[in-house]
C-alpha cells in the first residue's frame, strides 16, 4: 500500500511539472526583463553581452529593435525606465544605462541624448507632478545630488523601479558593482528598524549595517569590502551581490 501511495505521488508530481514548460531562453544577455512601452505594450528588454547592444523583443521572443550603444566596456550594462515619453517628446523610445560610474541615455536609434560621470546612482522621481532625473555623484564623498528636469512624462512601469516594492522587498542596484551600489528595501509595516548583514562566500558577516523606515536605500562603498561574491540579509530577506 505504501508503495502505491509513493507511486501515485510521483505521478501527481509529474503531471504538475508537465504544467511549466521552457518557452525561450535568452543566452547571450544578462538579465533579460519585461517592460511596458506606451502604444507598443509589454516587450522583453536585454542587452546582449558581446556587441553592447540594447535588444528589444516582442511578446513572441522575435526581435523587435536593436538599439548599438557604442559602449566600450567588460561591465555589465542594465538599462531602466524604457519609455516614449519621459526622456523626450518625441515617440522614439529612450532608456538609461548605468555602467560602473556612468550613466547613459540613449534613443532607439543609438543616438546618446546624455551623459553623466562619477554617478554613485540616480533616481527618476516624480515632484509636484514634474518629473526629476536625480544624480547621486560618487566625487566627493558621495554627497552631491543633481536635480534634472525632464521634459515627458512617465506613464507606464518600464525596467527597475524602487518606488515598485512591497513590504519587506528588497534590490541592490547595479550588481554587480564597481565603484558603489545602493540597496533598496521596504521594511515590513510597524517596523522601524533592521539589521542589515552581509556574508561572504563561507558565511562569515563582515559588515553590519542599521537601516530604518526613515529612508528606502542605504550605500555600498566599493572600498568597503574587497572583491568577491556576496549575501545580504535584512530580517528574512536574502540576496546575492557580487563587486568586482
Not at 525561450?24 to 519585461?34: E, G, I, K
Amino acid at each position: 500500500m505504501k508503495k502505491l501511495l509513493t507511486i501515485a505521488a510521483i505521478l501527481i508530481a509529474n503531471v504538475g511539472w508537465g504544467q511549466i514548460n521552457l518557452e525561450h531562453t535568452y543566452t547571450d544577455n544578462w538579465r533579460t526583463q519585461v517592460v511596458t512601452i506606451e502604444g507598443e505594450g509589454q516587450k522583453y528588454l536585454g542587452v546582449e553581452d558581446a556587441t553592447k547592444n540594447v535588444i528589444i523583443y516582442n511578446a513572441d521572443h522575435s526581435v523587435y529593435k536593436t538599439i548599438p550603444t557604442q559602449i566600450n566596456t567588460s561591465l555589465y550594462l542594465l538599462p531602466t525606465y524604457a519609455s516614449k515619453g519621459l526622456f523626450n517628446i518625441d515617440s522614439k523610445i529612450e532608456f538609461i544605462i548605468m555602467f560602473g560610474s556612468d550613466v547613459h541615455i540613449y534613443n532607439e536609434d543609438g543616438l546618446l541624448l546624455k551623459s553623466f560621470d562619477k554617478v554613485a546612482w540616480y533616481d527618476v522621481k516624480i515632484v509636484d507632478n514634474k518629473w526629476k532625473l536625480l544624480i547621486h555623484k560618487s566625487i566627493p564623498s558621495y554627497q552631491p545630488t543633481e536635480v534634472y528636469s525632464l521634459p515627458g512624462t512617465y506613464s507606464s512601469p518600464s525596467g527597475f523601479k524602487p518606488d515598485q516594492r512591497s513590504d519587506g522587498e528588497s534590490n541592490i542596484i547595479p550588481n554587480p558593482f564597481e565603484t558603489a551600489a545602493f540597496i533598496y528595501y521596504t521594511l515590513p509595516e510597524n517596523t522601524t528598524s533592521a539589521v542589515l548583514n552581509i556574508y561572504n562566500i563561507t558565511g562569515t558577516i563582515v559588515k553590519q549595517m542599521t537601516v530604518t523606515n526613515q529612508s528606502d536605500k542605504i550605500i555600498i562603498h566599493r572600498g568597503d569590502l574587497p572583491s568577491g561574491s556576496y549575501t545580504y540579509e535584512i530580517g528574512q530577506l536574502k540576496k546575492q551581490f557580487m563587486i568586482k
